[in-house]
């Protein structure tokens, strides 16, 4: 392990196994061999993943064998949670996927993507098609399959928008005759269907039983509680300038998709794009986050503590060095340098906090 402020000069490692499709900003996926570089010597079983996110730091400890909680506060996330991390044997079968993708006879649909998403983000047809999905899917009553079936449409969702984005309304990007310097039109235009059955191929692929009771959590952070031998933090990260990532935000519809029932409730009228009310959250204030470290900081102090961070974040990793050397004895900092994220015009330094 680096010493305390050393730099730790990294190059790109193969990735030994298939993860999960990670098409959120600040997945960890093309970072993981090198953070498990840092994480294998330490002594741990259990491992409390705070903000799972895509779920690609919580399936990697599943394939090293470690018993994995995922937790993440959006629904949609821990859908993905329960498909590939609490889940060790479901799959769905191709009866199943066609039963979810066409209307079932007799059965009275509701057609709200229909009349509320009208020219924001996919066309009329498409609309139409997530209403039947989204219906047919949660009258499945093996939460897992549920789960497995959401965990295809959220990816295929993602792939056919522009920069994988709910942020803007922004049809006409996909739509427009021009020429382009992003994005991936064929992609674009491929009808749903096709793309919620590959999507299914690959999630079935990615279960498997390691032997151990791993679990999905829908919760908090801050409202987390358990004894785990490694927590692990990647919280949404404010930018020195106070530009924080609210994935509630850039993600609400696929949040709206598995809480149908509820989602004209929770739409905020006067956005041109439809998303969800925003709710205070300090993860995304930067006069309250260090709270937030502190807090967990001190709730999971009997653990070995992780923060994946960057050098350029609110609080800074100097200061969080220091708050964490209130319960911790050791502390260490990786530094993975000239790491850019995927639509950032800059490049930043990751950096993995780590309090034995």
Avoid at 203 to 217: K, M, T, Y
Avoid at 228 to 252: K, M, R
Avoid at 263 to 283: G, H, Q, V, Y
Avoid at 314 to 343: A, E, G, H, N
């Amino acid at each position: 392990m680096k010493s305390e402020g050393q730099l730790a000069l990294f190059t790109e490692a193969p990735i030994p196994f298939a993860l999960p499709s990670t098409r959120y900003q600040g997945s960890k996926a093309k970072l993981m061999p090198q953070i498990w570089e840092s994480l294998k010597h330490l002594d741990f079983r259990t491992a409390l993943d705070a903000f799972g996110g895509s779920g690609v730091f919580s399936y990697w400890l599943k394939r090293h064998g470690k018993q994995v909680t995922y937790n993440d506060y959006l629904r949609f996330n821990y859908y993905i949670g329960l498909a590939i991390i609490e889940n060790n044997h479901v799959t769905l079968t191709e009866n199943e996927v066609k039963q979810i993708i066409v209307p079932k006879t007799g059965k009275s649909y509701r057609y709200f993507i229909t009349e509320t998403f009208k020219d924001i983000y996919y066309t009329d047809d498409e609309n139409t098609w997530l209403d039947i999905v989204v219906q047919n899917l949660e009258d499945i009553d093996d939460l897992y399959k549920k789960a497995l079936g959401y965990y295809a449409l959220i990816q295929a969702c993602l792939v056919k928008r522009p920069f994988n984005l709910f942020h803007r309304s922004n049809l006409y990007l996909r739509l427009a005759e021009v020429p382009r310097s992003f994005g991936n039109k064929v992609t674009w235009d491929k009808p749903f269907e096709e793309h919620f059955q590959a999507f299914v191929t690959e999630v079935n692929h990615l279960v498997f039983d390691n032997g151990l009771p791993n679990r999905s959590l829908n919760l908090d952070a801050l409202d987390l509680e358990g004894d785990y031998d490694l927590v692990y933090l990647d919280p949404p990260y404010i930018s020195a300038s106070g530009v924080t990532v609210n994935y509630l935000e850039f993600y609400h519809f696929l949040e709206g998709l598995v809480n149908y029932e509820k989602w004209a409730e929770w739409i905020d009228p006067s956005t041109k794009n439809k998303r969800l009310r925003l709710k205070p959250n300090l993860w995304n204030d930067p006069k309250r986050i260090r709270l937030g470290f502190q807090t967990m900081f001190e709730k999971f102090r009997h653990s070995i503590l992780v923060v994946s961070y960057r050098s350029d974040g609110i609080p800074s990793v100097d200061q969080l060095v220091k708050d964490m050397k209130q319960f911790k004895k050791r502390v260490t900092v990786s530094y993975f340098q000239d790491y850019r994220y995927v639509l950032s015009p800059k490049r930043v330094t990751e950096v993995l906090i780590i309090g034995e």
